[in-house]
């Protein structure tokens, strides 16, 4: 994750010199406890994280401290060798995971607290990476040095910053465990505890105030998607009715086809009771004819023509059944119908005329002359 400047921090002395110098709490409580141990001693720990650019400006983070255990000396001068650096390295591989060796520390017991040409050449030995750190620890007092343009340069002042950080609390248990705790310890703990409180309590009060801005977003954004949906229920509600009217429109209209369609049906059924009751009709004209041509016949033989009394005194007398089918099998006494006929287009037909029409309805006993029907036999006058 690429760094950015911490948000919770406390300013140690005049932090305007570059680089800036940001130091974890954890670490800075461990370098204190150190301080303390190294009152008569000189202790040696060798400084871990990483350096970096935010913004155009160089920084280094302090996140990790590993104690050189062979590094408690008397001499008035100690410094750091080619072995302990080594070790520390195989070691911050154990403990620390990610963290490079960004510089050094050391305690200076009963003494002036200064930078000595031991020191310095130590470092540019074995440290002469640009912005390599090392900081010095006496009595209530401390120094903090760079190294840049080819020589350690004293920083005004750094930065003590919070974060997690689980190595080296993890760290800092395990030196205790093994060299135990101490009064002063307990004290700078407490001191540190409290900033870490401070910083929680900070952090504590952001979160509540962005919880506080999330809850009101997501209040906002439940009101637009309750609007949202009453809108569209109304939408639909009154789609909903268009449709149920469509519907009972549709249903009034097939209604009103059927009934068309049972009309229809009657009408037709009503045409052909017609055209039945014309055809009956016709058949009841025919045989009224026959019987009075049959009666004229025998008119015509007691009137006493040769003819006839060659028949009668022959013994014969004629059948009016036969002389119906015989006025019915000539095709000049009836009009069989046509498929487009009508009354007058038949009277014009047979008669060239239109003015046989009524003799044709009263001849056939027709009612009405529009009702005939394809095939029916119709008596001409």
């Known amino acids: 994750m690429e760094r950015q400047f911490p948000k919770n921090v ?49 920084c280094i983070f302090v996140t ?16 750091i060798t080619k072995e302990e650096l080594e070790t520390a390295k195989v070691e911050s591989r154990e403990y620390f995971h990610e963290m490079d060796i960004i510089g050094w520390f050391q305690t200076v017991p009963d003494r002036p607290l200064a930078l000595s040409r031991e020191m310095a050449k130590a470092h540019e030995k074995l440290m002469p990476e640009k912005n390599s750190l090392l900081i010095l620890k006496g009595q209530e007092e401390e120094l903090y040095f760079a190294y840049k343009f080819k020589e350690l340069m004293e920083i005004g002042g750094h930065y003590i910053f919070y974060e997690k950080n689980p190595d080296m609390q993890s760290y800092m248990i395990r030196e205790r465990r093994q060299i135990g705790v101490t009064p002063s310890e307990v004290v700078e703990d407490r001191a540190a505890k409290d900033f870490r409180s401070t910083i929680k309590g900070r952090m504590e009060v952001r979160e509540q105030r962005r919880e506080s801005r999330y809850v009101y977003l997501t209040s906002v954004l439940l009101v637009v998607i309750v609007l949202a949906i009453g809108i569209s229920t109304m939408n639909n509600y009154d789609k909903m009715n268009s449709v149920q009217n469509s519907i009972e429109t549709l249903s009034s209209n097939m209604g009103a086809n ?124």
Do not use: H, W
């Open 64 to 79: 990790g401290a590993l104690q050189v255990k062979d590094g408690i000396l008397e001499e008035i001068a100690p410094v």
């Open 258 to 381: 059927g009934s068309s369609g049972k009309n229809a049906q009657n009408n037709q059924d009503t045409q052909e009771t017609q055209s039945q009751d014309a055809q009956n009709s016709d058949e009841q004209s025919d045989q009224q004819i026959a019987e009075q041509t049959g009666q004229g016949d025998q008119g015509e033989n007691a009137g006493g023509t040769d003819e006839a009394s060659q028949e009668t005194n022959g013994g014969t007398t004629p059948d009016p059944s036969t002389i119906q089918e015989e006025l019915q099998g000539s095709s000049e006494d009836y009009y069989v119908v046509q498929k487009g006929d009508t009354l007058d287009l038949i009277s014009k037909k047979l008669y060239g005329t239109t003015s046989e029409t009524d003799a044709i309805c009263r001849m056939n006993g027709l009612k009405d002359g529009n009702l005939i029907f394809i095939g029916q036999k119709l008596l001409l006058p």
């Open 10 to 58: 406390k300013q140690i002395g005049n932090v305007s010199d570059s680089p800036r110098i940001y130091v974890e709490d954890y670490v800075e409580t461990f370098l204190n406890q150190l301080e303390e141990q190294g009152r008569e001693v000189t202790i040696t720990a060798f400084l871990l994280g990483e350096k970096v650019q935010i913004e155009g400006e160089e």
